[in-house]
T-cell receptor, first 113, second 108 residues
Framework: DVKVTQSSRYLVKRTGEKVFLECVQD?????MFWYRQDPGLGLRLIYFSYDVKMKEKGDIPEGYSVSREKKERFSLILESASTNQTSMYLC????????????FGQGTRLTVV | AQRVTQPEKLLSVFKGAPVELKCNYS??????LFWYVQYSRQRLQLLLRHISRESIKGFTADLNKGETSFHLKKPFAQEEDSAMYYCALREYGNKLVFGAGTILRVKS
């Protein structure tokens, strides 16, 4: 059973703080993704990675960066948190892009105050 | 520009009624489309993919390239179908993009 684990379910951070969201998968998947989920906007892709140290911007990368030093771990970094980054963040991984099945973590609800 | 459009934010039907969740896409290549579902307090998970032409939990979806649509259908809704449904498109490489989602409420 594929496991995608996000380090925190809930986080509260202050404006201007540097925030790290961690995601780990245990199935040796090449592809990993970070999305934010907002009501009425659906899932919007922030960044994705198709291999270690490889990354590509998604649709809304501004204010975010990522790190993939090991295959199983994909970190999302908010360089200087702002209130408009309050959201639910979802991490996902997939093995075979042709199959398209992405496995999701449980989500991290981030509140920036 | 939005590549995946789900025009309905909320669809409310009675138990036993037919369901159709709409999805339209915009993609110049050969599209690969999927439906994902998120039940209350559960993770987002794959429901079905167009390439396998399968029926999952009574749901089917047919890719219509002429209308650029991939609508999700079920002939008889059940209460346990109540959830958030997302249509997704695989773009070049491994990029997976989603629509805004539709909440399905099945009333008894």
């Amino acid at each position: 059973d594929v496991k995608v684990t996000q380090s925190s379910r809930y986080l509260v951070k202050r404006t201007g703080e540097k925030v790290f969201l961690e995601c780990v998968q245990d199935m040796d998947h090449e592809n990993m993704f970070w999305y934010r989920q907002d009501p009425g906007l659906g899932l919007r892709l922030i960044y994705f990675s198709y291999d270690v140290k490889m990354k590509e911007k998604g649709d809304i990368p501004e204010g975010y960066s990522v790190s993939r030093e090991k295959k199983e771990r994909f970190s999302l970094i908010l360089e200087s948190a702002s209130t408009n980054q309050t959201s639910m963040y979802l991490c996902a991984s997939s093995l075979d892009p042709g199959r398209g099945e992405a496995f999701f973590g449980q989500g991290t609800r981030l509140t920036v105050v | 520009a939005q590549r995946v459009t789900q025009p309905e934010k909320l669809l409310s039907v009675f138990k036993g009624a037919p369901v159709e969740l709409k999805c339209n896409y915009s993609y110049s290549g050969s599209p690969e489309l999927f439906w994902y579902v998120q039940y209350s307090r559960q993770r987002l998970q794959l429901l079905l993919r167009h390439i396998s032409r399968e029926s999952i939990k009574g749901f089917t979806a047919d890719l219509n390239k002429g209308e650029t649509s991939f609508h999700l259908k079920k002939p008889f809704a059940q209460e346990e179908d109540s959830a958030m449904y997302y249509c997704a498109l695989r773009e070049y490489g491994n990029k997976l993009v989603f629509g805004a989602g539709t909440i399905l409420r099945v009333k008894s």
